[in-house]
T-cell receptor, first 116, second 116 residues
Framework: GAGVSQSPSNKVTEKGKDVELRCDPI?????LYWYRQRLGQGLEFLIY????????KSGLPSDRFSAERTGESVSTLTIQRTQQEDSAVYLC??????????????FGSGTRLTVV | AQSVTQLGSHVSVSEGALVLLRCNYS??????LFWYVQYPNQGLQLLLK??????LVKGINGFEAEFKKSETSFHLTKPSAHMSDAAEYFC??????????????FGKGTKLSVKP
């Protein structure tokens, strides 16, 4: 597609429920990234995919968080047993990576998650 | 380990005045550096980037940044602020994994206000 697409754009869920967030990267982008942005805070790195493997999962805050990616396509971020502190905007980005070239990230508009 | 420090969480300037947003980085290898802008209720947009070559890089909307290795800095400037520049600005450095490229580490952001 023309840009990085994230769905849903807004999600309100009850504490303890599981949620699944989806990211459709730009076609052909090999790398995909998930970040979290809490209200008034900077961007917190969660996980990075190169193809469908995840070289860096160091940012996942707990074992309630998991992510997967199918090939060089869609990724889903799953949060189990949501807590109120999970409330944030979850941002996805993709990039084309190759050699010494760096094309920067293209970000999606994010999913605003509210846990009540 | 790589990191980014943005000095000043909030900067206020008058319309027409110089904009200077400060960013210092820490990296054990030559860094790739980026500035992103986030307008209210929108996703992040790449302003400019430094990878190799010329240390003064020009970006969109009249912004530029200079990579100074001796000062480990990558400050963002614009000669004359416009009201439309009011946004949050994020500096970022790319993590390298043994020569391959990985995720961006973001600073905490600087919110720019422009007074009429």
């Amino acid at each position: 597609g023309a840009g990085v697409s994230q769905s849903p754009s807004n999600k309100v869920t009850e504490k303890g429920k599981d949620v699944e967030l989806r990211c459709d990267p730009i076609s052909g982008h090999t790398a995909l990234y998930w970040y979290r942005q809490r209200l008034g805070q900077g961007l917190e790195f969660l996980i990075y995919f190169q193809g469908n493997s995840a070289p860096d999962k160091s940012g996942l805050p707990s074992d309630r968080f998991s992510a997967e990616r199918t090939g060089e396509s869609v990724s889903t971020l799953t949060i189990q047993r949501t807590q109120q502190e999970d409330s944030a905007v979850y941002l996805c980005a993709s990039s084309l990576v190759g050699g010494d070239n760096d094309y920067g990230y293209t970000f999606g508009s994010g999913t605003r998650l509210t846990v009540v | 380990a790589q990191s980014v420090t943005q000095l000043g969480s909030h900067v206020s300037v008058s319309e027409g005045a110089l904009v200077l947003l400060r960013c210092n980085y820490s990296s054990s290898v030559p860094p790739y550096l980026f500035w992103y802008v986030q307008y209210p209720n929108q996703g992040l947009q790449l302003l400019l980037k430094y990878t190799t070559g010329a240390t003064l890089v020009k970006g969109i909307n009249g912004f530029e940044a200079e990579f100074k290795k001796s000062e480990t800095s990558f400050h963002l400037t614009k000669p004359s602020a416009h009201m439309s520049d009011a946004a949050e600005y994020f500096c970022a450095v790319r993590v390298n994994y043994g020569g391959s490229q990985g995720n961006l580490i973001f600073g905490k952001g600087t919110k720019l206000s422009v007074k009429p």
